[in-house]
Every structure is written in C-alpha cells, then in structure tokens.
C-alpha cells in the first residue's frame, strides 16, 4: 500500500500548498551529534506546462512533512539549487535546531542545573521548550559568546559526568528537547525476516586509545596511569595524557577516554521505513550471518520515501555516544 504524504509549503508572504504530488522522492535524517534534522526533495518545475501547479519554496519558507496524520518535520527552507538544465528545484530544509547553531549567546550561570539553562536560553530566543531530561545536577559556567547549542551540550556534558546518562539535543515539531538515551519500551528489534533488509559492518582500531597516563598541572606524571591490559596485549600501546584540572576528575576522565576509543564497530544497516527508528533512539540487533546480536544505539538515520517504496539506513553502534562540549569557562574564584 502506497504511503500518503503530506508536504505542506507555506512561503515568507503566505499561502499554504501541498507540494507532495510534486516530489519524485523525499529524503529525511539527523543524526546524534546534529541539532538539527534535516529534509530534502526535488520539487518539480516546468513553467511552460500550464497544468503544473506552480509552488513558490524560497530560502525562509516553512515546511511541514507528514506521514499519514503524523507530523514527521517541522522546519524551513535554507537552501535551494535550480538548473536551467533541470526540470527541478532541490531543496534543503532543516528543523529549529539550526537557531541553536547559529544564534550566540553570553551568559554566566551559577549553580544552575542543565534543564534550567536550556529553558532560560530558549525562552531568551523564542524558543518553545518541550519535555527536557532531569538531571538535578548544578553547573556554574561562564559562556562569552557562544552557540546556543554549545551551552546546552556544555551543562549536558558536565551533568553527564555526575549522572554517567548520555544526552542529547533535538527537536520535536516546534518544541526543543533534551533526551536522555536510553533503553525504552519503544525499543524495536531488527532481524531479517521481519525488518532488516541488509547490513554491513566494520571493525576498527583506528582510534584506539589503551592506556592514559595522568599528569599533575606541572607535567609530571601522577600515580600508575589507566590502562586495558588485553587491549595493550593484543593491539600494542596507544597511550594518550590527562592533565589534572580544577573541578574536574582526572581518573573518571582517563577512563572515559578508554571507553570512548575502545575498538570500534560501524554498522549500517537498511531495513523497511520506520519513523520511530531515528538517532538517539535504540534498537536490538538480531543478525546471525554476521554473528551480531545485541543493543544498538542509532546514531544517524536516513529516511527515504521513492517510487511508492519507504526505507531507512541506520549507522549502529554498540556504544552510547554523546556528542560532548566543553564551551565557555569555570568562573573566576
């Protein structure tokens, strides 16, 4: 059964049309370490075929994508490429997430929790706030001109080594979210058979990091360093420093920074077209060729609608990654 699309395009001066008629294919992401989701489409022009129905899509339209009665994107045009050799207009549109990154901003917080530096900034921008994930942890942090989007992931970050949750920033409709990533009752299972169409994966060590040795503020190391002796064992040493910081756990850091560059596993996988299957979501991976089971984070998406036929590629990985920031500075004692 053919999908119903909607794709509602309201330009800056007004006049609502629905322009999915007009799209060979519709083409929507994000991913983990992005604010913004993203939706792109080849919107169909022939101004010599009166039959046509001419739809206006400048840089600053608003674009709604509907699957069914469910809203999917939310967001404006930022981009548009025509060809005088092309019978359409590509189009780019991102969500809301897009002011995050482009909007700066010049704050000193103290003693403020992540939750209530992300309702203070947002509603500074006109930025509707929906639900944002409780952390309860108070961060005091100076922000000289930096991006929306760096202050938020900032006090995530620094709740993150409190809490150990993994956060991210995203938008639902016209509402700013903070999730925590985590296992959850939507969880779906991908198997083939039922959902996964194919998968590829590789392993590699290119980013490995084994031992790390911790350094006082003068340069010198300090105490044994944090080490993965059968990392070291089977891979040889890949050592990397951690200084010693005020207001920082240098140890909690060094094993952090094992964690973080351990072996890593791509995934990517294509299955049939799920909405719920978007970054920062998980699934369980069932896959006996290659011998992989277990849970997935996903850490980018990309959903295609073509020919009548709906399909999504995820990037997998079997670690919860964050995308950490580290903006702005402690305040003066």
Known sequence: MEEKLKLLITPPEGGTRDAAALCRSVTWGGSYDQAARTLDFPLLVCPEDKRLPAVDCPPGSRVQFYRGETLLFDGFVFSRQRDTLSNTVEVSCADRGLYLKRNQGAYRFR?????????????DFGLTVGSLARTGTAISRNFPGVSLYQIIQTAYTQASAATGGRYMVRFRGEALEVIEKKQGERTLALR????????????????????????????????????????IARYGLFQQMVTERSGKDAAAEARKLLEDNAPAQKITAQVRGNPALIAGECAVLQEPVTGLYGLCWIDSDTHTWKGGVYTTKLVLNFRNLMDEAEAGKLPDA
Request: aromatic letters at 0%; a negative charge; charged letters at 20%.
């Open 192 to 231: 083939p058979g039922s959902n996964l169409i194919s998968l590829t994966a590789t392993d590699s060590v290119e980013s490995l990091v084994n031992r790390v040795q911790i350094l006082s503020r003068d340069g010198t190391a300090k105490g044994s360093p944090v080490e993965d002796g059968a990392s």
């Open 111 to 123: 003693g403020q929790t992540p939750e209530g530096i992300t309702g203070r900034v947002a509603a």
